[in-house]
């Protein structure tokens, strides 16, 4: 780093999603509506879609000091008829399963050694329920598909599937979490150190045959697999690696 005050480049923290169907041992990647998946009854299936949004991810060293991005986001909240101001660090991502790029979380300064990693699946408050009308265009934020109301706030994860391969686009099931759902915590130990100046890459692998686990796709209802899955999300992401590199 340069020792001026508009000169400056610092590093990013990047978020790596790798999707990932793991079941007996043999592993495919997720691709919607082109990969055949099969559920724990045998029952053939497509992704149709698979949205949702982390946010705050975090490393923490031995102290329990989290490692924050740089950058701040304004916020604006509304309850029933009040309306007040919020600002948050700007530590979002809208994983898409159809994404193959990276996510640049924000800017990073200084370094040294992080024993853990946390990171909340779907929107803290008060991001949770955010008015998406002031939200800056194009921020993770700014999508109306996974907005609900002033009141409800954002929907935290969306996926949509294709219960029967031979009827394409004729059978489909879409189940949705929103800030409603009793989440889980997701923190994972990790042995990292970081020089300053480095990037600074989390790679998060989701399962989503655990997520599925006992889920019947051709027979489920909607409610049915949402509880599912919300019962199985913590045992369906690994922080596999934390690299640094300068480039």
Do not use: W
């Not at 508009?6 to 990047?14: A, K, R």
């Not at 990647?29 to 497509?46: I, S």
């Not at 979490?177 to 130990?189: K, Y």
Request: hydrophobic fraction near 40%; aromatic fraction near 12%; charged fraction near 25%.
């Amino acid at each position: 780093d340069q020792p001026c005050s508009d000169c400056c480049e610092y590093p990013s923290l990047v978020l790596d999603v790798q999707h990932r169907y793991i079941k007996d041992s043999v592993e495919q990647g997720v691709l919607p509506a082109a990969t055949v998946h099969e559920d724990d009854f045998g029952q053939p299936f497509f992704f149709k879609s698979v949205r949702f949004f982390v946010n705050n991810v975090h490393l923490f060293n031995a102290e329990g000091t989290p490692f924050e991005v740089e950058e701040e986001l304004p916020l604006v909240v509304i309850e029933g008829n009040r309306v007040r101001l919020d600002t948050v660090e700007d530590n979002f991502a809208l994983v898409d399963v159809s994404n193959l790029s990276d996510y640049t979380l924000g800017t990073i300064r200084g370094g040294g050694q992080f024993d853990n990693l946390r990171f909340d699946f779907g929107l803290a408050d008060p991001a949770s329920k955010a008015n998406i009308d002031e939200v800056p265009v194009g921020h993770p934020l700014d999508e109306p598909e996974l907005y609900l109301s002033e009141e409800e706030g954002y929907v935290f994860f969306k996926m949509e599937l294709y219960r029967d391969t031979s009827q394409l686009g004729l059978d489909s099931v879409s189940v949705q979490i929103d800030r409603t759902a009793s989440l889980p915590t997701f923190n994972f130990p990790i042995n990292f150190f970081l020089n300053p100046g480095f990037n600074t890459e989390v790679i998060l692998r989701i399962n989503y045959a655990d997520l599925l686990a006992g889920v019947n796709v051709r027979t489920d209802t909607a409610e049915e697999i949402y509880q599912k899955i919300v019962n199985n999300l913590a045992n369906s992401f690994l922080v596999t690696d934390v690299t640094a590199n300068n480039g």
